[in-house]
């Protein structure tokens, strides 16, 4: 019998062998809509491995094996996923970065961005994505210089890499306004106009101090939950448009944890219905009757009961 070919993939994702974040890794490139369209290789450290001279043989391991995928696959991407509390990292550093949060997240992100480098280096027609997974499952795509491929750029250049007072100071007013959540669309939005109109910033620039503000914060902007929620949604939904009260669930649940556990799950699968409406989606009928009615009750606004006596 003649073997079967190989599958193709879109994506080669390098993560962590740690064993509490094996099914969160599955789970993000279900919500990413790249389930059965990645190849994927686990080593200490993920983008470590990279970079480390002292690991020699984990680099040589790394670029065989996504030779061997872009052979066989035919991936054009490389997803890097490294994670807080990271044994290997702390093991690369010579200290507990844990204790740290914030040059924690300065590690990883050097650690991420000379892996993406390395990548373009060896291949430059592919493209890199960076991310740092919190223990909780949630992962905040990093902005990287490095990143793009030819064509419109993937990842975003730092507020503070950008030798522009205007720049530094739109970012400063960015995570003033973020603060311990992400904006609501209309907020981001008026942020973004004063950006452009009050800073001197192009769209793009004001754009990318604001995804890199709400990366410093742990948090996505609305905007990109809202990119992320979608992805997954179209996953789910398939070669149709149709998305069922689990998808929707699913979507509600990866949206607040990317823009903050503090928005109420409710509102969460409101915002979602709308953005199925928005988007030319819709919902699948359940039950014995075939009805919609459990989508129809997210979108009906909800209205105050009776004072209390």
């Excluded at 073997?3 to 990413?32: E, H, N, W, Y």
């Excluded at 389930?35 to 984990?58: C, F, H, K, N, Q």
């Excluded at 990143?147 to 003033?176: I, K, N, Q, S």
Aim: a neutral charge; charged letters at 20%; aromatic letters at 4%.
């Amino acid at each position: 019998m003649t073997p079967a070919p190989p599958g193709q993939a879109d994506a080669f994702v390098v993560s962590c062998i740690d064993p509490r974040l094996t099914d969160d890794t599955t789970f993000l490139m279900a919500a990413l809509g790249r389930t059965d369209r990645y190849s994927e290789m686990r080593i200490a450290g993920a983008a470590l491995a990279a970079v480390d001279p002292a690991r020699p043989a984990w680099g040589t391991a790394l670029w065989e094996n996504l030779a061997a995928s872009r052979q066989l696959h035919g991936v054009r991407t490389v997803v890097f996923v490294n994670h807080r509390d990271c044994g290997a990292l702390h093991l690369w550093a010579g200290r507990r970065l844990a204790d740290d949060p914030a040059e924690e997240l300065r590690q990883h992100h050097g650690v991420l961005e000379g892996a993406a480098a390395a990548v373009r280096a060896r291949h430059p027609d592919m493209a890199v994505e960076i991310r740092l997974m919190e223990l909780d499952g949630t992962a905040t795509l990093l902005p990287c210089a490095a990143c793009a491929a030819a064509g419109p750029a993937t990842g975003l250049l730092r507020a503070e890499a950008v030798p522009d007072p205007a720049a530094a100071r739109f970012a400063d007013l960015a995570r003033l306004r973020i603060g311990d959540g992400a904006l609501d669309a209309a907020a981001e939005r008026a942020l973004l106009v004063e950006g452009v109109t009050r800073h001197g910033l192009t769209a793009e620039a004001a754009r990318a101090a604001l995804s890199s503000a709400a990366a410093q914060r742990g948090r996505a902007t609305v905007v990109a939950a809202e990119r992320e929620a979608l992805a997954f949604l179209r996953s789910r939904a398939g070669r149709g448009v149709q998305v069922d009260q689990a998808d929707v669930v699913q979507a509600a649940g990866l949206y607040r944890a990317l823009v903050g556990a503090s928005l109420p799950l409710a509102e969460a699968k409101r915002h979602i219905a709308g953005l199925i409406e928005r988007e030319g989606l819709a919902p699948r009928p359940e039950g014995l009757l075939r009805s919609t009615a459990w989508f129809r009750r997210l979108t009906t606004p909800l209205t105050p009961g009776p004072p209390p006596a």
